[in-house]
């Protein structure tokens, strides 16, 4: 089992729509995610961070972490063309304090 | 811009030689990070830095080592580079003293092909 994983994708969302992803990750003490987003052949950048359960929104994106469960989502509202990229979840695990990465979740935002 | 500067942008070389990317960051930070990224593997952490002189290893380090004489430069050397080491590989500065805690900046990358 991979440390953090997140469905590949493609992620087919229509514009306007909402588009939900997942992260799930295996150490029960982990304490800080991560989202970012990285449009092809680009750098990583930085979309959200949350360090709470529950929710987290800044404009249209929203980050919802459930420790017990060990899952964070990141929620897409009106998803738009620009928002088609690659969404990558990172997770500083408890062991070792590594930020570890998964390998992302390609979206593609339709007209 | 979180002011981080990678050179070169592009680079190939021949299996065997010695390879240096150079990181150079303006903001000050005191956290530094290499990582490479390839299909299928994702972001993966090559050495880190706390400050002058003060480096570790991530989980890939074997056959790279790294230097930071200045807090500005990070400089990472690929000792004999070879074709499993083609990939980009992505420098990046905390955005606050917390290492592994914080959110990063990352620079352009830098795209490597060995042949």
């Known amino acids: 089992q991979k440390e953090v994983e997140q469905n590949s994708g493609p992620l087919s969302v229509p514009e306007g729509a909402i588009a939900s992803l997942n992260c799930t990750y295996s150490?029960?003490?982990?304490?800080?995610f991560f989202w970012y987003r990285q449009y092809s052949g680009k750098s990583p950048e930085l979309i959200m961070f949350?360090?709470?359960?529950g929710d987290k929104e800044d404009g249209r994106f929203t980050a919802q972490l459930n420790k017990a469960s060990q899952y964070v989502s990141l929620l897409i509202r009106d998803s738009q063309p620009s928002d088609s990229a690659t969404y990558l979840c990172?997770?500083?695990?408890?062991?070792?304090?590594?930020?570890?990465f998964g390998g992302g979740t390609r979206v593609l935002v339709k007209p | 811009d979180a002011g981080i500067t990678q050179s070169p942008r592009h680079k190939v070389t021949e299996t065997g030689t010695p390879v240096t990317l150079r990181c150079h960051q303006t903001?000050?930070?005191?956290?530094m990070y290499w990582y490479r990224q390839d299909p299928g593997h994702g972001l993966r952490l090559i050495h880190y830095?706390?400050?002058?002189?003060?480096?570790d290893k991530g989980e890939v380090s074997d056959g790279y080592s790294v230097s930071r004489s200045k807090t500005e430069d990070f400089l990472l050397t690929l000792e004999s580079a070879t074709s499993s080491q083609t990939s980009v590989y992505f420098c990046?500065?905390?955005?606050?003293?917390?290492?592994?805690?914080?959110?990063?900046?990352f620079g352009n990358g830098t795209r490597l092909t060995v042949t």
């Open positions: 990046a500065i905390s955005a606050t003293d917390r290492i592994f805690n914080s959110p990063l900046h």
């Open positions: 150490d029960r003490g982990s304490q800080s």
């Open positions: 949350i360090y709470s359960n």
């Open positions: 990172a997770v500083t695990l408890a062991a070792g304090n590594k930020l570890t």
């Open positions: 903001e000050n930070h005191r956290y």
């Open positions: 830095s706390y400050g002058v002189k003060d480096t």
